[in-house]
């Protein structure tokens, strides 16, 4: 049994207090005095040319400080794109200039042209409709091979034509791929689409910038899930203010899914303005101008082809993938159809050859970058959607098609740049094939034809490559940013612990969990421990929070600022009991001299820091406080085995989800209720990419799936009680905890395995359909099977 | 500008308001009771449910001026007074009912209605009366198992974990 409050325990979560009672500090919390409000006029068509703007009937409106148009962001900087990507001919990506007001033209529905900023809200928005605008209309591009045909219209008219690159990995591979499909004994053929996404994080984003003439310091409050990297990238990039004079503070942010990541252009405004009136300037989000204003998701078109031999080994898969940039480059956007896809290619199987191109495509739409996954679930869903249907087409049993390709040895490096440290997918898949009452489907099945409905079993199994990043290797990849994690470990002089992270908790727990593995290392009780995030004020430079990072990566550099701290404190002890340094042992909090009864307290030791009258002060500092930056080694792959079983109504084309089973390797767990509940929502979002979720535009750019009334996410009677399992997972092998993060495994695992399900649920009623396109809606299915006669 | 008058957590609660200004902006703005939240603007989410003379209601689909004399519960009076939680509120923490946070003041205030109105609700009520309050984080499995708990069911057996 794990100790209470230690690594390995269930501890309940401290964050639950101020959240359940109503106390949270979320960004829209904070208003400060003299505050006045912006709101952004957005252009309504998805193309077109800004021929005037007239602003001075809004000008005269009530309560109307200033009004900004792109004129007045003409010095600022692009609003940055963190990660170049470099196409199969060693050229870098097009780089388009991306305003903070727009320019000249406007490229999506949803891009701001005036910022109108009064002393109401409501004042606000009553001026914009005063404002007049002369926008002649272009026509838009939407589909991403129409924006790629000879003669379309130009996202960026600076640019030839609207690709942004055309990547290939592994281009040294290509004629070898080509090859190993042109011999082999089958090749099995999915085309389908990895639908657009909007993440819908349910606070919506919010910014409130503030400026002090004193101390010439701007402060951004911000909905962010790294408030170092706005940071840099707004100051260094945009704005030009120096860190020292830049105070970025996200506090409670209420869910990010990857949507918060990014610089955006609201962010810039707000401190700019706060500035240029000489007041805090505050704009909140509506959900309507969400929807055209964050980051999307996904939205890739991929024709994959798996080839195997006469044994039915794997000899080589071959992918070709549109990938939609949207107007602009979001700040990981290029990343995540190249970097965090093609590596992920190989999944869990020993395929010796891979091919993967992308193209990337500027259309009229709002611009998409990461989101729960980002990139991994686009690879296990192509990849896995061609097992299934491999296993189909050559009468074999899906399992041991998986089973018969699976990598048993590691570390194994794959054909695609990538070392998987450890694992162990026979157990995974062992674990789900007891777990999962495989035995009793044909029952369950039988029972459900009873009452008229199709029940299908669906397997997948997956990797993904989270604990983002090592630096240098990433660097080489084209991310303009390091990807370590920062820790400072803050002992006070009675003892208490400040744990300064550069982790961002945005629902995760960390303000439980992280105290867990201090407490744990220092055998003090959790309760000594607080968590400082989110505030670039008092947290060493970090990367944040996304790509399952925090633990493998921020919790990480938290044991090694802890292992100086008990570096430290042992030679202080030692002192104390006069006994060699290397004799001192730590224990449940005490200090004690090898083989004696001799011992001195982890208080009283931390006060001799503070209060150094009976110290070595000639060969040691007072004071206890270490920082310590951690940069991993490799990334940490986490993987699964997971299995649904879906009913289909043949008549309505409903499906339901009937069971989700998992098996899922993390790694060591820190906390394991914290780790379901992140597999439950990860579970949840691919349930809803598979069966609700769709972002779609029509032919002029106009989002159709623009509210919560239009866009389907999962509520509570869409999803079952899940059976879900992480115990015994392979620790990783390169970082101190053995930890691989939890936060992106359900939302990459479960959308195969929904669809192979609903295939399987057809085919078992003789429907003879290969594959439905995410959303599996019910009129998707039902046309499906209209269409199978 | 007119003004309203209303009981908000046992305290009376006056303030100016516009005829447009919405019972949610009146409870965050004018009385900084910043709990309840905003989550959509469709009257979807369900994150900004308060309780209006006994009734679940969303405060962002309610004028201000609506609620004028009548007894509103927020998230911040559902405690005891010495901060104690009440049994909802303590389901959500031992079963892990919540995660970011933002949508959980609505959750608590909807799984309040329900149980006032049906006070063993099965799961499939549950999941049906939860229709509108959406969460993103927690796949709802531990809010659902939550008011389940609430309810003094067993949840011991549900679902393996």
């Known amino acids: ?789 | 500008m007119p003004q309203v008058s209303m009981t908000v957590n046992g305290k009376p609660a006056t303030g100016q308001i516009e005829g447009r200004t919405l019972l949610v902006d009146f409870i965050r703005e004018t009385l900084n009771l910043t709990g309840t939240h905003v989550g959509c603007d469709t009257s979807q989410c369900g994150a900004c449910v308060v309780h209006v003379n006994g009734k679940a209601v969303k405060s962002c689909t309610m004028f201000a001026a609506e609620a004028e004399g009548a007894d509103v519960l927020t998230i911040e009076g559902v405690a005891a007074p010495d901060g104690t939680l009440d049994t909802v509120q303590q389901a959500f923490h031992e079963h892990h009912g919540l995660q970011c946070g933002f949508c959980t003041p609505g959750m608590v205030m909807s799984a309040k209605a329900l149980l006032a109105e049906n006070p063993t609700p099965t799961e499939a009520e549950i999941r049906d009366y939860l229709e509108g309050n959406i969460c993103r984080c927690t796949g709802y499995h531990n809010i659902v198992k939550a008011i389940m708990a609430a309810s003094g069911q067993d949840v011991s057996k549900i679902a393996a974990e």
Request: glycine residues 10%.
């Open chain 1, 1 to 789: 049994m794990p100790k209470d409050g230690g690594i390995g325990a269930s501890t309940k979560r401290r964050e639950d207090a101020r959240f359940l009672t109503g106390i949270g500090n979320y960004t829209d919390d904070i208003n400060l005095r003299g505050q006045a409000y912006v709101h952004f006029l957005r252009s309504d068509l998805a193309h077109g040319r800004i021929n005037d703007i007239d602003t001075s009937a809004a000008e005269a409106m009530p309560g109307v400080v200033r009004i900004f148009t792109g004129k007045d962001f003409e010095t600022a900087g692009s609003i940055p794109c963190g990660w170049q990507v470099t196409d199969r001919f060693g050229n870098p990506m097009k780089e388009p200039r991306h305003p903070v007001l727009a320019e000249g033209k406007v490229r999506h529905v949803g891009d701001p042209i005036c910022a109108i900023v009064a002393e109401t809200r409501e004042q606000a928005r009553d001026a914009a409709e005063a404002i007049v605008l002369d926008i002649e209309e272009l026509p838009a591009v939407i589909d991403m091979k129409a924006a790629l045909a000879e003669g379309s219209t130009k996202v960026h008219d600076e640019l030839d034509d609207n690709l942004c690159f055309d990547w290939g990995f592994v281009e040294e591979n290509k004629e070898a791929v080509d090859e190993a499909i042109r011999n082999a004994a089958h090749v099995t053929t999915v085309e389908l689409i990895n639908n657009r996404l909007v993440p819908n994080a349910m606070e919506p984003r919010v910014a409130v910038g503030d400026y002090n003439r004193g101390t010439g310091e701007h402060t951004l409050y911000t909905t962010s899930q790294n408030p170092h990297v706005i940071r840099l990238l707004m100051g260094a990039f945009v704005l030009g203010i120096p860190e020292h004079k830049l105070r970025v503070v996200a506090p409670d942010v209420g869910g990010g899914f990857g949507s918060k990541i990014y610089h955006y252009a609201e962010e810039a405004f707000c401190t700019y303005a706060a500035k240029e009136l000489n007041r805090p300037v505050k704009w909140t989000c509506t959900r309507s101008e969400a929807f055209l204003s964050d980051a999307q998701a996904r939205d890739h078109v991929t024709k994959i082809e798996l080839a195997l031999d006469a044994d039915n080994n794997f000899t080589a898969v071959r992918t070709m993938t549109y990938a939609n940039m949207g107007a602009y480059l979001s700040t990981f956007a290029p990343s995540i159809p190249t970097w965090l896809h093609g590596t992920l290619m190989a999944g869990n199987y020993k395929t010796p050859l891979v091919y993967v191109n992308v193209k990337a495509v500027f259309t009229n739409t709002v611009p998409v970058d990461a989101y729960r996954g980002a990139g991994r679930p686009e690879a296990t869903y192509q990849l896995e959607r061609a097992i299934d249907k491999a296993a189909r087409e050559l009468g074999v049993d899906p399992i041991a098609l998986r089973r018969q390709n699976f990598i048993t040895e590691f570390p194994y490096a794959t054909p695609v740049a990538v070392e998987y440290d450890s694992g162990d997918f026979h157990r995974l898949m062992d674990k789900l094939e007891s777990r999962a009452d495989f035995a009793g489907f044909a029952a369950r099945r039988a029972e459900s034809e009873k009452n008229g409905k199709l029940r299908g079993l669906g397997i997948n199994c997956f990797i993904e490559a989270c604990g983002i990043a090592p630096s240098n290797l990433v660097g080489q990849l084209g991310a303009r940013a390091g990807l370590y994690e920062s820790a400072t470990v803050r002992v006070n002089a009675t003892g208490g612990i400040t744990v300064m992270t550069g982790s961002h908790s945005h629902g995760q727990g960390h303000e439980t969990v992280f105290p867990q593995v201090v407490a744990d290392m220092l055998g003090i009780d959790a309760s000594m421990v607080e968590i400082e995030h989110g505030d670039t004020a008092n947290t060493p430079m970090g990367m944040g929070t996304y790509g399952s990072r925090s633990i493998a990566v921020g919790g990480s550099a938290m044991v090694r600022a802890t292992e100086k701290i008990i570096a430290k404190t042992k030679k202080i002890a030692s002192h104390l009991l006069e006994a060699s340094e290397a004799d001192i042992e730590l224990k449940d909090g005490q200090f004690t001299v090898a083989g004696t009864d001799k011992s001195v307290a982890w208080g009283d030791v931390t006060l001799a820091a503070y209060v150094p009258h009976n110290y070595p002060l000639e060969d040691l500092e007072p004071g206890l406080e270490e920082t310590a930056f951690y940069d991993p080694n490799n990334f940490t792959y986490p993987a699964g085995a997971y299995a649904c079983e879906v009913e289909v109504d043949p008549e309505t084309g409903k499906v339901t989800i009937a069971r989700f089973t998992t098996a899922d390797d993390f790694g060591n767990v820190i906390n394991p209720m914290i780790v379901d509940g992140q597999v439950h929502g990860g579970l949840t979002q691919g349930i809803g990419q598979a069966l609700l979720e769709n972002c779609t535009y029509d032919e002029n750019g106009q989002l159709l799936s623009a509210s919560y009334m239009d866009y389907a996410m999962p509520r509570a009677d869409d999803v079952p009680f899940f059976s879900i399992d992480h115990s015994n997972g392979t620790p990783c092998t390169h970082n101190p905890l053995g930890v691989k993060g939890c936060g992106e495994a359900g939302a990459i695992g479960s959308t195969p395995t929904v669809v192979n399900a609903v295939v399987d649920a057809l085919q078992s009623g003789g429907i003879k359909v290969d594959h439905v396109d995410m959303p599996v809606s019910p009129s998707r299915v039902w046309q499906a099977i209209q269409a199978a006669g």
